[in-house]
């Protein structure tokens, strides 16, 4: 059974920065890719970041220049360095980690104040 957990999330002014992590556990030979995806309320769930194994990324348009994914392959872990974020940041942060299928976390609370 495969397990995501989140970690990193909170309340940031306007202009701050955050980092998010994501360790992906479980019986699995590794996860061709890891990313994070983000919803806002009454909005629908959109790309963040993702990364493959061999480290190509792909980023949403409203986050490119600003945030940025990296993972240790060994650790299962995937990370989201944000800055200079901007109250439209404001979502839930969803962790995900594709082998065959995707696998998610719970979710990590994202609030940029005005």
């Known amino acids: 059974q495969v397990q995501v957990m989140e970690s990193g999330g909170g309340l940031v002014q306007t202009g701050g920065s955050l980092r998010l992590s994501c360790v992906a556990s479980?019986?699995?030979?590794?996860?061709?890719?890891m990313g994070w995806y983000r919803q806002a309320p009454g909005q629908q769930r959109e790309l963040v970041a993702t990364v493959t194994g061999g480290g190509t990324t792909n980023y949403g348009d409203p986050v490119k220049g600003r945030f940025t994914v990296f993972r240790d392959n060994a650790k299962r872990t995937v990370y989201l360095q944000m800055d200079n974020l901007k109250p439209e940041d404001t979502a839930v942060y969803y962790c995900t980690a594709f082998r065959g299928q995707y696998y998610w976390g719970q979710g990590t609370q994202v609030t940029v104040s005005s």
């Open positions: 479980g019986k699995v030979l590794g996860f061709t890719l």
